[in-house]
T-cell receptor, first 116, second 118 residues
Framework: AQKITQTQPGMFVQEKEAVTLDCTYD???????LFWYKQPSSGEMIFLIY??????QNATEGRYSLNFQKARKSANLVISASQLGDSAMYFC?????????????FGKGTKLSVIP | DTGVSQDPRHKITKRGQNVTFRCDPI?????LYWYRQTLGQGPEFLTY????????KSRLLSDRFSAERPKGSFSTLEIQRTEQGDSAMYLC????????????????FGPGTRLTVL
């Protein structure tokens, strides 16, 4: 079974600083995808970044980068130059090709608070 | 493209009543998912449609829950004889399903329907 673990229930970061949100995963599949979503207080899940298990380079999307360490089964999200609007819940998720649906398995999330 | 929409955004009902939620996916997305999110948790998978066919159901989906996607467009999720434990946010997501890699399956989420069962 697939499992996502996010060990940081809450994180604080000063505005304009960088922050790393931790995510580890457990799977026996060779082919899988790792995702990060942001969920503001409004409730909508916003896609941030994706990393495929066979991708050799770490994914980057603007201020977001994914620190993918396959051997350690970790996929940490790095947010550079934090902004007040980054305050939200952040979820790490995984999909795998073993299930034809590519359903997402989510962690419990990390609440990020950006301090002015 | 207006994104995934869900209706209603909020629903308050009494225990034992039936409720129905609607999801309109991004047009031409053939994959549609329902998730449930309770307070302090990440979303949990409920069911999946590819076009009009319901191909996968989670064990979370008891026999009081039924989902449909007629004609492979919008989808409905019905909960019969609601219980207080059904109180949650119900999220719908869609994806194009293009490509073989799971990464090509980025799921776009709607704003959710928040259900409160009194």
């Amino acid at each position: 079974a697939q499992k996502i673990t996010q060990t940081q229930p809450g994180m604080f970061v000063q505005e304009k600083e960088a922050v790393t949100l931790d995510c580890t995963y457990d799977t026996s599949d060779q082919s899988y995808g790792l995702f990060w979503y942001k969920q503001p207080s409004s409730g909508e899940m916003i896609f941030l970044i994706y990393q495929g298990s066979y991708d050799e380079q770490n994914a980057t999307e603007g201020r977001y980068s994914l620190n993918f360490q396959k051997a350690r089964k970790s996929a940490n999200l790095v947010i550079s130059a934090s902004q007040l609007g980054d305050s939200a819940m952040y979820f790490c998720a995984m999909s795998f090709s073993g299930a034809g649906s590519y359903q997402l398995t989510f962690g419990k999330g990390t609440k990020l608070s950006v301090i002015p | 493209d207006t994104g995934v929409s869900q209706d209603p955004r909020h629903k308050i009902t009494k225990r034992g009543q039936n409720v129905t939620f609607r999801c309109d996916p991004i047009s031409e997305h053939n994959r549609l998912y329902w998730y449930r999110q309770t307070l302090g948790q990440g979303p949990e998978f409920l069911t999946y449609f590819q076009n009009e066919a319901q191909l996968e159901k989670s064990r979370l989906l008891s026999d009081r829950f039924s989902a449909e996607r007629p004609k492979g467009s919008f989808s409905t999720l019905e909960i019969q004889r609601t219980e207080q434990g059904d109180s949650a946010m119900y999220l719908c997501a869609s994806s194009s399903g293009q490509g073989a890699r799971s990464g090509d399956n980025e799921q776009f989420f709607g704003p959710g329907t928040r259900l409160t069962v009194l």
